[in-house]
């Protein structure tokens, strides 16, 4: 099931899946950020912490021949039975960000869990202040 769901997420990261996360995303999808203590749950939550940090990345992944759109790419990906854990690495303001998502999906193919790991220490403190910034911008736009 998990392949599946990962082939969805990677045509999502390049504006090819019609529907996007809520395609994607379970209504009661959990969310864990490597800078809020607390889950965030809720597709609505889950949505605003993805976009975000798809918006803090800023642009594309880089596609399965090595041409980068963007610094972020997914280094390696391991998939077992409903759980994907995908390694990436990008830059985030001149700071090397290296990191998992760990994700969860049920039998209906829909994400229940979405925890993201951050390293070194100056990437976190990094996307830290990027990801502030950024859900700032997009909640007074709402």
Known sequence: MIEAVMKKWH????GELDGGLDELLADDVEFYSPIVFTAQ???DLTKMYLTAAG???????????????SKFRYAKEVLSGNHAVLEFESEVDGKYVNGVDIITCNDEGKITEFKVMIRPLQAVNAMHQQMKAMLEKMQASA
């Open 11 to 14: 045509l999502h990261l390049q």
């Open 55 to 69: 918006n803090t990345f800023s642009g594309g992944i880089e596609n399965e021949n090595g041409t980068a759109f």
């Open 41 to 43: 749950k809720g597709k």
